[in-house]
């Protein structure tokens, strides 16, 4: 098991990263944060979607990770049944509908137990995002996804 404090600066700086993120970009730049038994080690994630996983564990296997927190940005919707419709193409969804969040993954070594921070973005006029409150979920060892590595 990681040490508790390890895994809650993993996610301040991830929140963190992401407030800056948000607020240069059109789109956040997923990033990965690497806690080796050294230190943190910051990546920003520029491979297509469908190889992030791959590329997830070929960078925690090279640094020895012992947990890592990924930043990326969704969609969300609270309404399954109309997903379904889209085959939980979220994104297809009407805009009001769905909400664009910014999601931070914590996970760690040989350790199906996940943690999650899961933060809305809005839209100013002016065109400026930012992060709404975080909310928090975890640890669930019964998550599921591409993005949750717990094994590398």
């Known amino acids: 098991m990681v040490d ?8 301040t ?14 789109q ?7 806690a080796t038994p050294k230190e943190i080690e910051i ?5 297509d979607k469908e190889d992030i996983p791959a590329v997830i564990v070929e960078t925690l296997r090279k640094c020895h990770a012992i947990a890592y927190a990924l930043v990326i940005e969704a969609w969300s919707t609270p309404f399954l049944e109309q997903a379904a419709q889209h085959d939980y193409k979220v994104r297809d969804m009407a805009p009001d509908d769905r909400d664009e969040i910014v999601q931070i993954i914590i996970a ?3 350790n199906k137990a996940v943690r999650f ?10 065109g400026q995002r930012h992060l709404m409150e975080w909310s928090e979920s975890g640890p669930d060892s019964k998550a599921c996804g591409t993005f949750i590595i717990t094994e590398w």
Do not use: C, F
């Open 43 to 47: 990546y920003g994630v520029t491979t």
């Open 108 to 110: 760690e070594q040989h």
């Open 117 to 126: 921070s899961i933060a809305k973005i809005q839209t100013v006029a002016t």
């Open 28 to 34: 956040l730049l997923p990033t990965l944060l690497v």
């Open 13 to 26: 700086a991830a929140k963190v990263g992401a407030e800056i993120n948000i607020g240069l970009y059109d």
């Open 4 to 11: 508790e404090l390890i895994l809650q600066k993993l996610q």
